[in-house]
């Protein structure tokens, strides 16, 4: 996928699944970047106004109450829930039997869209009950921002993230962007580099 889809292009951003080299530097895999990121954009969200909130009920949003047969537990689940990881799934990545393991997901065939898998998952527990490593749920998470703005996670971070920390070139891996959301998994060095001090600073003053 190319970044200058839709006939726009955004300063800086290239794809990292294709893009190994840009300006002379190589392209750094950073793990689970697409977490810390997600949580970041949907409070510049809220902070510009978007009617979303850790409130905000999942299935609500993402037009999956009414489902047939659904768990009544998961008519309890919030944003918050998805960005603790307390959603209650069944998606331990420490378990590569549970259905919601990043792994098992990622490498199923039967359900292309990554959002709708996760909706799908069985319950282990009741949401907010107990807290485990589990990648589905923020990435559900961004699913649920951009169901709320209508607006693509990268686009979002470009304008909300990227630009205002003047982050210069940096790599998103858009493939996976379109289809899970799990957007930042790949960043360019340079835009860690700015990105994290950001981040971290303003909460230890």
């Known amino acids: 996928m190319d970044a200058a889809e839709n006939g726009h292009r955004r300063p800086g951003l290239q ?42 009920p999942v299935y609500r949003t993402m037009d999956a109450a009414q489902a047939p047969g659904l768990d009544p537990r998961k008519h309890a689940m919030t944003l918050e829930h998805l960005l603790t990881m307390s959603s209650g799934f069944a998606c331990d990545d420490r378990d590569p039997q549970a259905p919601g393991n990043e792994d098992v997901m990622q490498d199923q065939q039967a359900q292309p869209d990554w959002y709708r898998y996760a909706l799908d998952l069985p319950m282990a527990s009741a949401p907010g009950e107990q807290t485990v490593y589990c ?35 940096y790599a998103l891996d858009l493939v996976v962007a379109i289809y899970a959301g799990n957007y930042s998994d790949k960043l360019m060095y340079d835009a860690q580099e700015r990105y994290t001090p950001a981040y971290i600073l303003p909460a230890i003053r």
């Not at 080299?21 to 997600?38: F, M």
């Not at 649920?144 to 990268?154: M, S």
Request: without cysteine; charged residues 25%; aromatic residues 2%.
């Open 15 to 56: 794809d990292a699944g294709r893009t190994r080299r840009h300006v002379g530097r190589l392209v750094e895999r950073r793990r689970s970047a697409a977490k810390s990121l997600t949580a970041v954009l949907i409070g510049a969200n809220i902070e510009k106004g978007a009617a979303i909130s850790p409130a905000t």
């Open 135 to 169: 990648s589905t749920a923020p990435n559900l998470a961004g699913g649920v921002l951009a169901k709320v703005t209508g607006e693509r996670l990268e686009d979002g971070i470009d304008r909300l993230i990227a630009r205002p920390l003047q982050f210069g070139p």
